[in-house]
């Protein structure tokens, strides 16, 4: 069951597939996944609602329908239902804009309608040309079209800095306990500090909206207390099961290896030791594709997609969608729909191909659209609707 090359989706044959993922899923780590059969086609509509956002991060919605976009430069905005920008926000943090580095995810807190909590993950500046991932907590005001951030607090600083402009990670999901996951990079640097669990790099933290540890995380032995998992490259896309309260995760692998993974409390998923990709120059990377103690990706993409945003579809527009992932790719600009059955991936549909867009982040919306933001210096707000 280590990957599923050219099959064809034959019904038995994914049962058959589907028991034994069953049956291993006691073993600490389950086979991996590529290639999946291609899924039916969705007859879609693609609009530009916004457009001259200069390399937009991420974007979120506020309770009353506008959005929240950040741009990479340092800026965050406000953008109305009908597409309209608003002048940038001000007092955002001072961010390490160079590089992959900047102003990056945000994410209303749970009680945002009553409180105007926000949260924005962004490379900060160190000095010297040193650079981490940090997690900054303020209030929004709103004023007219734009607004004002007040109290801003950072609650998180990545340790060490590093000098490098690569790897920043940067998602924040809000758990159903209101805690936050928080994804961080390798940095670019393939260190030893990965596979070190009482360093921050290279991996899934859990912390409170203070920034303290989150109780219920692992708190192993020589795991620093806000760790939830490790081993990881370069995660640029999560989300929440909204049903399960689970957290699913993409992340980049290098030539080849990006990954769907679904981060567990205390588990180890490889790298740099193992992975499904080549270094650039072609060579091996580790020890191969399999450790025991390291965890399996539920699914992988060889040749490499540079895999960013992620989304699990739970609107009402694409009925079919449910439960689906989307996930979003820089590299051969496409967003991959993937079905899941039985905890495998048995079909897959490559969407917005004929755009030649870099995908940054997928977001569905509160009308069950899916709008999805294109890297670019002129970056665009696409609404998903059915044909």
């Known amino acids: 069951m280590t990957g599923r090359k050219n099959a064809e989706a034959k019904s038995t044959f994914q049962v058959i597939v589907a ?3 069953i049956s291993l899923s006691a073993n600490s780590a389950i086979a991996a996944q590529t290639d999946a ?5 969705t007859p879609i509509k693609v609009e530009a609602i916004a457009t001259g956002l200069e390399n937009p991060w991420s974007l979120a919605f506020m ?7 950040t741009e990479r430069p340092g800026r965050l905005r406000i953008v109305s239902k009908d597409g309209k920008i608003s002048k940038p926000v001000s007092g955002v943090p001072k961010v390490y804009a160079s590089g992959q580095g900047g102003l990056l995810d945000v994410r ?7 409180t105007g909590t926000i949260f924005l993950s962004l490379a900060e500046p160190h000095g ?3 650079a981490g991932t940090s997690v900054a907590r303020a209030k929004l005001v709103l004023e007219g079209d734009s607004g004002r951030l007040e109290d801003v607090k950072i609650i998180f600083q990545q340790q060490p800095a590093i000098n490098s402009g690569h790897h920043f990670g940067s998602r924040i999901v809000i758990d159903k306990t209101g805690n936050l996951f928080v994804t961080t990079g390798d940095r670019g640097k393939m260190s030893d500090k990965v596979q070190d669990p ?3 790099v290279g ?3 859990r912390i409170t909206p203070e920034g303290k540890p989150a109780s219920g995380n692992p708190g192993l032995d020589g795991w620093a207390p806000e760790v939830w998992s490790m081993g990881h490259r370069n995660l640029q896309g999560a989300t929440l099961n909204a049903e399960t309260g689970e957290l699913w995760t993409v992340e980049h692998g290098a030539r080849g290896g990006d990954e769907l993974n679904n981060p567990q409390k205390g588990k180890n998923y490889g790298w740099p030791v193992i992975s499904y990709g080549r270094h650039y120059s072609g060579a091996k990377i580790g020890v191969g594709t399999k450790k025991e103690g390291m965890e399996q990706p539920v699914y ?3 040749p490499s997609i540079a895999t960013s945003g992620l989304a699990i579809y739970s609107g009402d527009l694409f009925p079919g969608w449910k439960g689906n992932f989307l996930v979003g790719g820089l590299r051969g600009s496409q967003i991959a729909r993937l079905v899941m059955q039985n905890g495998e991936i048995v079909a897959e549909e490559k969407l917005l191909a004929d755009r030649s867009s870099r995908i940054r982040d997928i977001r569905v919306g509160p009308d069950g659209a899916v709008y999805a933001l294109t890297d670019d210096a002129s970056g665009e707000i696409l609404k998903i609707t059915p044909q």
Request: avoid cysteine.
């Open 37 to 41: 059969p291609k899924a039916e086609t």
């Open 203 to 205: 991996k899934v933290l």
């Open 19 to 21: 028991a034994a993922a």
């Open 128 to 130: 010297s040309g040193k």
């Open 300 to 302: 992988y993409w060889d």
């Open 63 to 69: 309770p009353d329908g506008r959005m929240l976009v």
């Open 108 to 114: 209303p807190a749970t009680d945002f309608e009553t």
């Open 198 to 200: 009482s360093v921050p």
